[in-house]
């Protein structure tokens, strides 16, 4: 997959995921965030982007901590 594609699958993911959590869809909204955020990390990774590999990586955690506290319910 090249860099491009990745970001365009992230941002895809990302809206979905934003539309999801206006509509209060939980918590299929967050997985689907975490996923894109996952893949927007990946692309910063790529392009040796420490600010978009910083506000990425901090959301990929953040969803994260939402998905297991989810589990744990």
């Not at 539309?19 to 689907?32: E, H, I, K, Q």
């Not at 955020?37 to 959301?59: C, H, N």
Request: charged share 10%; net charge neutral.
């Amino acid at each position: 997959m090249s860099s491009d594609q990745i970001k365009w699958a992230g941002t895809v993911l990302c809206l979905v995921g934003i539309a999801l959590t206006s509509f209060n869809v939980y918590p299929l909204n967050v997985f689907l965030s975490l996923v894109g955020s996952g893949l927007w990390t990946i692309a910063g990774i790529l392009q040796r982007d420490m600010p978009l590999i910083l506000v990425e990586a901090v959301a990929v955690i953040l969803y994260l901590s939402g998905v297991i506290t989810w589990m744990l319910r």
